[in-house]
């Protein structure tokens, strides 16, 4: 990596050309949708030609929305975009493509069978007309891979790549339009570390070459590797635009995760006095971990994390740093290697989610309605989604619905879940009540372990609140809670323990009660020392 | 500013009224295309009407064609609601049709009711195997279970073709006259003949009966006991199957297998009910296995529903052959029945969809659900 | 073996075999773009009785007739293909059922005997009917000539068309657009590609491609028109796009063995191989089956594996 220094006389050489406007900027740029969510409220951003800007921020502060504007995806509701200072109405991403603006997302659109050539000109080719030469992109795309330091065999299936070189291609891709201005969407998250190293000195020989680069992390150590300057977005709102040379990690962290203030004592943290340490062992316990992700890659390393009963543990993080397999690891649905995962003691077998549910494993999941209910079947049939199984009310091989309806009848009254009648279909419901079928289900056979993944994304206030209620009193029944959340606020509020996942590790846990929002900020932006 | 936009909720009334509406508006665009062509729409309803229902047999001939259907109807509802594509209906009825008349032919001395029941588990039993291929294969290897069931119709039509035409097997009829002069299967003894039950005026077969039976507790199955509460969550969304720690792979097997099992009635049928004779050029002309998925789309794939449809296709393909002749073409048949069909499919899109005046809200949380709408029921 | 055996089966196989390359052809072309048509039969059966109609009733020279006829019998495939892509890409019904649904409305006992009855066609004789031409003058030629030199113009048309869908699948954009709408619609559509509307054409001309092969058997084959005159090869034009693992090189190959292998078994047996002629016939199948199943068991998939996206319908997702 180049020392700071040396970027910096380089970054304020740039600005000695003073006068040139920024390559693209973002005025004011305001972004509503449905159900009142303001994801960017009066932005603005510029980034330069020649640097390196990264756009940092934890979830929800509207980095990809924004991104999704300047690419041509969204229309802003106020605000303009500007390209080489000229305001620029952008109705799709061609028009943006033509404008030089293209985006590097982290789920790659590759087709899997055609080779790196052929992914290359899909839909679009320097050349036109009827032909394709593949010999003639082959060597167009070689010189660019070598140009810019990235090795890519232009002839290789996409299937025979590994994620890393997958997103050399969506770069290549970019390049070979002519972009001049390219984002890219937290691209680290896929690569190992000599990856990165070669992702960023091919970032450096792009911006020699005049273009700019807009990198969307949540990573401290990367920015301050790579980036010139950084902007911070928190909430919808561009809080501070700061020269990397400038600042530091503790500074930036803060800006992230806002509170200057220390937080107010929360109601968990006053019930849980100093109880003798339990002789019991822990209900759930993960010692060394490894999980393997969606593409090959491990997404949790060594993690090893332990909740007792009547515990809330609160996994802070921003997503995509391994909250997702974590949740599914504990809950059967994912199998893991090395290491050993114990709930109640006993060892569970991996990638079962029977057994996980046979130990008292409940799981309240991220996609409610894809892995939740079973959309088209009615209330009362979601409510014996897992229960079907045992023995009572039901007979041998036959399914008692009589018998169902009336206890999901029982349960719609004690959960508060409005809905017609038991029969109703789960689709109807609005998300609140789905999500209310989900925690009957799950919290009424008196689990040992809930597992909560986003609890209360996408509900209203009074369902937010109903939800949360819900959790700590099962926590208070002696049920341990995994509370897996993006919103800080929410994990600060009702957690007992806190334990920040970066790149599939814990990298630490603390006391609810005791913990900072700084230091929760550096943890979670991997700037711990 | 006008756009469409997906209904969520579908009225109970609309799901009845929707398919009547749609036969209605078929047979008026069936009318158009009998007028133009020189025939009397309403002559020739009628004409159909009385050659399928009312005349001297008609009712007793529409059993005969509707019985094949109802089995292989049967045997596509089952698996398409759990979005396990068996369109290898055909083959497995030809093998059920081989395994019940081996049967038959192997144990003609025994008691009636025990060689039927014998006959009909020889049938099932053939189909269910042929069908567990494609299960397993889809189930444990995740191969495309369309493309396999398929390949498997044209082996076992080209094998019932060389038990009969090109063998010596224990099918083939070899000593009598008329199979000196052309290849024919061996004649079941009389005692193999299923009984019908005569109502006065027609006599309805032994097959249609069970097969009615075996809709009723194919019902039963999907709605009251466990293993159709699984193959119902599994038909609309095999994440929340697994989320629930059911296992899945073996709920595909035996669903396949029962598919199978099935449709080999079907072909057991043939040989019980009707043919009393392996005919291998008969039932690869008929199509009955192709002809179920239609009829079991037309059902939207519930098994009383294939009953009643399986008539309905039946007493039209009856009074078509019945008619048939110089005024009233066979072609006839198949394009009223393409018509209806059609219409149905058609009608179903309109149901699910209305149309909104005025700007229509920022993106709503998609629910994608359409095969599972149909399939849950 | 007798080599004028080896030739005549050969030769046979050509004439057996052309229907099937024409109908598989548009098939091969459909499910790349990620529909399945199981509407091909009736389709070729359509396309039959409107050629065989159209060489009886349109006047003028011989050679006008045919094309005429043979550009009808490609309308009126492309029509029925029409409904079925409506059904299966907008209203996105069971492509399964669509396609049945098709070959039953203008099957063996639908549309097209119904068009035969109105038309008047069924058994009158041909008047008009493709001829075997002396390519070059080399029909003489032993063994190569009667294979090479001595087909119809069809025959050599449908090599033509061989040649120009691997040209238009491998070496243009169109085509590297089409495989990308059958592999990955998704990442085709964020490429900008219209995939609705690749699904149709191809679905389209597919059908038209049917017709077509269906015009072989009244204007080549025999010069009659019975109802289900094309007796299955529809169907068999559907394994053989699978049996070819979607490729056109080996399409031909397998029409041409198909072809060859009906007759081949007749000839074994005259030559004292007692080997059962169906045992041949069922191998392609069942290899078939065999190798689609350890295909998707390995990384192979990719390479010879269905177009990932055949028989799905594409839904966009909103946001």
């Known amino acids: 990596m180049d020392s700071r220094a040396d970027r910096v006389s380089a970054a304020s050489a740039e600005s000695a050309t003073a006068g040139s406007p920024p390559a693209v900027a973002a005025v004011g740029v305001t972004k509503r949708f449905a159900g009142g969510v303001v994801a960017n409220d009066r932005v603005s951003f510029e980034a330069r030609q020649g640097e390196v800007h990264a756009l940092l921020g934890e979830n929800g502060a509207g980095k990809t929305t924004l991104c999704n504007i300047l690419t041509g995806l969204y229309r802003p509701d106020e605000g303009e975009v500007r390209v080489n200072g000229n305001p620029v109405r952008l109705h799709s991403p061609h028009e943006a493509q033509a404008a030089g603006i293209f985006m590097v997302h982290q789920h790659l659109s590759l087709v899997d069978s055609l080779t790196v050539a052929e992914n290359v000109v899909l839909g679009w080719s320097r050349h036109g007309g009827l032909g394709f030469s593949a010999r003639t992109v082959e060597a167009e795309i070689e010189e660019i891979a070598s140009r810019y330091q990235m090795a890519v065999d232009p002839r290789a299936r996409i299937w025979q790549l590994s994620l890393g070189e997958r997103q050399r291609v969506d770069i290549l891709k970019a390049l070979y339009r002519g972009a001049s201005i390219l984002i890219l969407d937290e691209p680290t998250t896929v ?44 909430r919808g709102r561009s809080m501070s635009t700061l020269e990397i040379a400038e600042t530091d990690a503790r500074q930036l962290a803060r800006l992230m995760v806002g509170h200057e203030m220390s937080f107010d004592v929360h109601p968990r943290a006053t019930s849980v006095e100093s109880e003798p340490a339990p002789a019991v062992p822990p209900v ?3 010692d060394g971990v ?16 332990a909740i007792s009963a009547g515990e809330i543990l609160g996994i802070a993080g921003v997503s995509g740093n391994g909250q997702r397999e974590l949740a599914e690891v504990v809950a059967g649905l994912r199998p893991f290697s090395r290491g050993t995962i114990r709930i109640g003691g006993e060892n569970v077998v991996s990638g079962d989610p029977r057994d996980a549910i046979n130990r008292g494993v409940a799981n309240i999941p991220e996609d409610r309605m894809g892995t939740g209910v079973s959309p088209n079947l009615s209330v009362a049939e979601n409510l014996i989604l897992k229960s079907y199984r045992s023995s009572s009310p039901h007979a041998g091989p036959m399914l008692l619905m009589r018998q169902a309806e009336a206890q999901a009848t029982a349960l719609m009254a004690r959960f508060d879940i409005r809905a017609p009648s038991p029969r109703t279909l789960v689709r109807q419901l609005s998300g609140g009540n789905v999500q209310k079928v989900v925690l009957a289900r799950e919290l009424s056979s008196g689990p040992r372990l809930v597992i909560a993944a986003s609890p209360t994304r996408g509900l209203d206030v009074g369902a937010t609140e109903y939800v949360r209620s819900v959790l700590v009193d099962a926590a208070k029944q002696g049920a341990a809670i995994m509370l897996i959340s993006e919103d ?3 994990i600060v509020e009702l957690s007992d323990r806190i334990a920040v996942l970066y790149e599939g590790r814990v990298v630490g846990v603390v006391d609810a009660a005791t913990a900072s929002y700084e230091q929760l900020g550096l943890m979670m932006a991997g700037a711990t020392s | 500013m006008i756009s469409i936009e997906r209904s969520l909720v579908t009225p109970r009334w609309q799901r009845i009224a929707l398919p009547i509406a749609s036969l209605f508006i078929a047979s008026i665009i069936a009318g158009i295309v009998l007028a133009v062509s020189g025939h009397d729409p309403i002559g020739t309803y009628q004409q159909i009407y009385d050659a399928s229902f009312t005349s001297a047999g008609a009712l007793t001939a529409t059993f005969v064609y509707a019985t094949p259907l109802l089995f292989t109807g049967l045997a596509v509802a089952l698996a398409f609601r759990m979005r396990v594509w068996n369109i290898g209906g055909e083959g497995q009825l030809y093998m059920g049709a081989v395994g019940a008349s081996g049967v038959g032919l192997l144990l003609g001395g025994w008691p ?7 006959m009909m588990l020889g049938g099932a039993l053939a189909g269910l195997l042929w069908a567990m291929i494609p299960g397993l294969l889809r189930a444990y290897l995740r191969t495309n279970e369309i493309l396999v069931s398929l390949m498997l119709n044209y082996v076992a039509g080209l094998f019932m073709y060389y038990l009969i035409y090109d063998s010596t097997s224990y099918w083939r009829d070899t000593t009598s006259a008329s199979a000196l002069v052309f290849p024919q299967g061996k004649d079941l003894l009389p005692a193999a003949d299923w009984p019908g039950i005569v109502f006065g005026s027609f006599t309805m077969p032994f097959g249609f009966i069970a097969g009615g039976v075996f809709a009723v507790a194919l019902l039963a199955l999907i709605r009251f006991t466990r293993f159709g509460f699984e193959m119902r969550v599994m038909g609309d969304s095999s994440a929340a199957a697994n989320y629930a720690g059911m296992r899945t792979r073996r709920t595909i097997v035996t669903v396949m297998a029962l598919s199978g099992a099935m449709a080999g009635l079907g072909g057991a049928s043939q040989i019980g009910d009707f043919g009393h004779v392996l005919d291998p050029r008969g039932l690869q002309q008929a199509g009955y296995g192709y002809t179920g998925i239609v009829v079991a789309a037309l059902a939207m794939y519930n098994p009383l529903a294939v009953v009643i449809v399986s008539i309905l296709i039946g007493a039209l393909t009856n009074a078509g052959f019945a008619l048939q002749g110089p005024t009233f073409p066979i072609g006839l048949v198949g394009t009223m029945e393409g018509i209806i069909l059609f219409s149905v499919l058609g009608g179903e899109f309109l149901g699910r969809y209305r149309i909104r005046f005025g700007r229509a809200p920022e993106p709503a949380p998609s629910v994608d659900d359409e095969a599972g709408a149909e399939v849950a029921r | 073996m007798n080599v004028d055996v080896v030739v005549s089966v050969a030769v046979s196989a050509i004439a057996y075999g052309t229907p099937l390359v024409l109908a598989g052809l548009g098939e091969l072309l459909a499910e790349r773009s990620g529909v399945l048509n199981l509407g091909v039969e009736g389709m070729m059966l359509i396309g039959a009785v409107t050629a065989f109609f159209a060489s009886q009733v349109l006047p003028g020279p011989g050679w006008a007739v045919l094309i005429a006829a043979i550009v009808a019998a490609a309308a009126a495939g492309a029509a029925l293909a029409l409904i079925h892509a409506f059904l299966s890409i907008t209203v996105r019904v069971n492509q399964i059922v669509s396609g049945l649904a098709l070959t039953i409305f203008a099957g063996t006992i639908g549309l097209s005997s119904y ?3 109105v038309w008047g066609v069924g058994g009158q004789h041909g008047l008009h009917q493709l001829v075997k031409l002396d390519v070059l003058g080399l029909s003489g030629v032993p063994i190569v000539g009667p294979i090479l030199f001595n087909q119809d113009a069809f025959v050599y048309a449908s090599w033509g068309l061989v040649a120009l869908v691997t040209y238009y699948l491998y070496r243009t954009r169109f085509g590297l ?3 990308a709408v059958g592999e990955s619609p998704r990442s085709a559509d964020a490429m900008g590609i219209n995939v609705s509307r690749y699904r149709y054409v191809h679905t389209i001309v597919g059908g038209a491609f049917a017709g077509l092969g269906g015009a072989y058997f009244t204007l080549a084959i025999a010069p009659i028109w019975t109802d289900g005159l094309t007796a299955g090869a529809g169907w068999i034009a559907i394994a053989l796009v699978i049996f070819a693992f979607w490729r056109p090189g080996l399409l031909v190959v397998g029409a041409y063995l198909f072809g060859a292998l009906s007759s081949l078994g007749f000839t074994l047996q005259a030559n004292g191989v007692q080997l059962p002629s169906e045992l041949f016939s069922s191998l392609p199948y069942v290899m078939t089956v065999v190798v689609l199943a350890v295909a998707s068991t390995t990384m192979a998939q990719r390479r010879i594996g269905a177009p990932a996206a055949l028989g799905v319908p594409y839904v966009r997702e909103e946001g």
């Open chain 1, 191 to 234: 690569l190992t570390p000599s990856e990165i190293e070669q992702l960023f000195s091919s970032v450096r020989e792009m911006v020699a070459g005049g273009r700019t680069v807009i990198f969307i992390s949540h990573k401290l150590p990367e920015v301050f590797a790579i980036a010139d300057r950084t902007t911070i977005l928190r």
């Open chain 1, 284 to 286: 759930l316990a993960l």
């Open chain 1, 290 to 305: 490894h999980v393997r992700g969606d593409f090959g890659i491990d997404a949790l390393k060594d993690l090893s994390l």
């Open chain 1, 488 to 490: 800080l606020d929410e």
């Open chain 2, 112 to 118: 009636q009711p025990l060689l039927i029941l014998m």
């Open chain 3, 115 to 117: 068009a035969g009855h």
């Open chain 3, 177 to 179: 657009y089409l495989r």
